[in-house]
T-cell receptor, first 115, second 113 residues
Framework: GAVVSQHPSWVICKSGTSVKIECRSL??????MFWYRQFPKQSLMLMAT?????????EQGVEKDKFLINHASLTLSTLTVTSAHPEDSSFYIC???????????FGNGTRLTVT | GENVEQHPSTLSVQEGDSAVIKCTYSDSASNYFPWYKQELGKGPQLIID?????GEKKDQRIAVTLNKTAKHFSLHITETQPEDSAVYFCAASIDTGGFKTIFGAGTRLFVKA
């Protein structure tokens, strides 16, 4: 149980375009979903926390207008990287929890390459 | 805010040996400590966790210990196998008006056959 599906697994886009990444909890309702960015050989950097039906809470230094998060239902959150640039190239990972202070269930990540 | 430090950054062991990864945290209010294993190109997966009311927990070859007084917790893997090779992250969970998980920097474990 507790499967999180993240799509796409990889995407290549041209500079200036927008990319949407989906994160779905398949067999549980996620009260909260989290979005991370991970650079090679580094830890997970929390970008934002999203709760269903409310605005996402962004970490300091993360541009909310560039990284748009929508949490439309208890099973789906999306991250849209707007006007992507090469420096946005990274590995983006989502996670979900069904209750606070409990294990996080991670998607398999999306490798974004902006050319 | 909470800060989690993890050591070592890289660990190489011979198959069959034990591996130990250590973490410290700064905020005594943290009360949940999960460990995640991340294989190349994948998201992290929970391997074991411990709550602050417990000092030790074991699951087959994996064990975690917690010293609340010293704010230390450690992961122990016995009888290591090549498939244990991965990056391991410790984490601490704290209630900031919503629970937030703070990750350590990660340990890259190599198990040599």
């Amino acid at each position: 149980g507790a499967v999180v599906s993240q799509h796409p697994s990889w995407v290549i886009c041209k500079s200036g375009t927008s990319v949407k990444i989906e994160c779905r909890s398949l067999d549980f309702q996620a009260t909260t979903m989290f979005w991370y960015r991970q650079f090679p050989k580094q830890s997970l950097m929390l970008m934002a926390t999203s709760n269903e039906g409310s605005k996402a809470t962004y970490e300091q230094g993360v541009e909310k207008d560039k990284f748009l998060i929508n949490h439309a239902s208890l099973t789906l959150s999306t991250l849209t990287v707007t006007s992507a640039h090469p420096e946005d190239s990274s590995f983006y990972i989502c996670s979900a929890e069904d209750r606070g202070n409990s294990p996080l269930h991670f998607g398999n990540g999306t490798r974004l390459t902006v050319t | 805010g909470e800060n989690v430090e993890q050591h070592p950054s890289t660990l190489s062991v011979q198959e069959g040996d034990s591996a130990v990864i250590k973490c410290t945290y700064s905020d005594s209010a943290s009360n949940y400590f999960p460990w995640y294993k991340q294989e190349l190109g994948k998201g992290p997966q929970l391997i074991i966790d411990i709550r602050s009311n417990v000092g030790e927990k074991k699951d087959q070859r994996i064990a975690v210990t917690l010293n609340k007084t010293a704010k230390h917790f450690s992961l122990h893997i016995t009888e290591t196998q090549p498939e244990d090779s991965a990056v391991y992250f410790c984490a601490a969970s704290i209630d900031t008006g919503g629970f937030k998980t703070i990750f350590g920097a990660g340990t890259r474990l190599f198990v040599k056959a």
